[in-house]
């Protein structure tokens, strides 16, 4: 998880699969290609359709999928790799809601990134 992108937005185009990789296509046929396991969640925003093989791909990679509201205003569902287990999201809401955890959470993040102490 270390080297992946966070996160896309998707709006008004395809979400599909080509030679393996998560392939764009927007409303113009512009492609973007997306490696596997390069993004840690993608989210889809009105006018955003998804193929089957798209979904498969990311349950099996691990790439969450979320279908929002325009900019990500609501939270519409969720695909979550892995089964409908809800502890790890609500665990990383308690963290960073808590400014003391929070904290804690970033000063760990850049020591594992920097190997700073």
Known sequence: MKDRT???FMDKGQLDVLDGAFVLVDANGVRTHIPVGGLACIMLEPGARVSHAAV????RVGTLLIWVGEAGVRLYAAGQPGGARSDRL???CRLA???DARLKVV???YQIR???R
């Open 97 to 99: 809601l808590d400014p």
């Open 90 to 92: 609500l665990w990383q």
């Open 114 to 116: 920097f190997g700073e």
């Open 107 to 109: 000063r760990r993040m």
């Open 6 to 8: 966070s996160i896309v």
């Open 56 to 59: 498969a791909l990311a349950a």
